[in-house]
């Protein structure tokens, strides 16, 4: 049993500490919640500690995987406290400072099953997505060996908004910019399209420019003001599953998609966005999230409100040196909030080898971690 020890509680019984858990290899394994997961998050939910999800998976929109994860985890969560590898590109709909708005561009995205993902970056508001599948459907000579999926990408795809005529690119669809959501399913498809894409004069298929790849060359059609125009949101290189051995993530696909360009442009830079822990963005996006929501859980509603204290400390509890520790140890918090990093043993990481990036502490599961960090606050 975990022991309320009057843990971090502020003078007004706030605590002035918080939670964020990473999800694949600390609360669950592919679909499996692990053992104590349930039970470390009810102890927080019942004593009104602030935590966050903070995952690099995707593929669904937000408001579906909370409601599956709340039911598997037995306890109420919401958007207001959950992240997932893609959700900052909600920002890029009305764009960033460093992002015109891509709300009315053409963007084709791609991961995940079927074109979930699609229907997830039409919700955010992006207006003109389109799908590797749809490409194929309507040229079906852009990748020759996909006769055995094409049952899969019948029911998948839709029509392209514009035909493609790289005869004449001034009246051709134009893609404007690239982004992987999740988990690429078909990695021979989307490398084939992100390549011709890369390749292009400005994003119209079939075109062929050989000044993409060097930023520091003129007319590279991938680069808006020298903002890369391909993003990726989850850098993964493994992640953790039902299986006992580490699987291949969305890093994979990146690795494999650089030594095509590699191989191709003879070793041009090639430009990227790569959000997703451990990238800093992706820690200061969940950080507002947890902000909020701890605003929201503290502080009261409507006539009740209350002034919330400083929150001081963020316990991230992760499974991958790689990510979680890694983001948790470089991030710089313009609020002065320390993030303390703790690292499981019951995902990505083998108990007995050197951690790439030095936790705070190693415990062995995510409800000796919440154990761990109420003592810290005792
Ligand atoms: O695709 C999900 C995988 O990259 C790991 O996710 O929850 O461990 O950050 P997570
Ligand atoms: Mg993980």
Redesign the pocket.
Known sequence: RMSNAGAGLAADGMPSFAFAF?????L?RSSQPIPGAPEALEYLHDNNIPFIL??????KHESARVAELSKKLGVPLTEENFVQ?HTPFKQLVEGSDTVDALEDKTILVTGGDGDKCRRVAEQYGFKNVVTPGDILMAYPSIWPFNQIFSDYYQNNTRPLPKPVDFRNPDKSLKIDAVFVF??PRDWALDSQIILDLLLSKDGVLGTYSDKNGDSSLPNNGWLQDGQPMLFFS?P?LF??TDHHLPRL???GFQASLQGVWDATTKGAALSKTII??PHAATYKYAENVLQKHRADLLGGVDRMKRDVTKLDRVFMV???PE??IRGANEYESTDGTEWTSVLVKT??FREGTEPAYKPDVIVKDVFDAVKWALKQEG
Do not use: E, M, R, Y
């Not at 903070?54 to 593929?59: A, K, S, V």
């Open positions: 990473d999800i694949d290899g600390v669950l903070l995952t690099n998976g995707g593929g590898s999740n988990d989850n993964d992640w953790a993530g969305q890093g997703g822990k992760g499974d991958n990510s979680d995902g990505v």
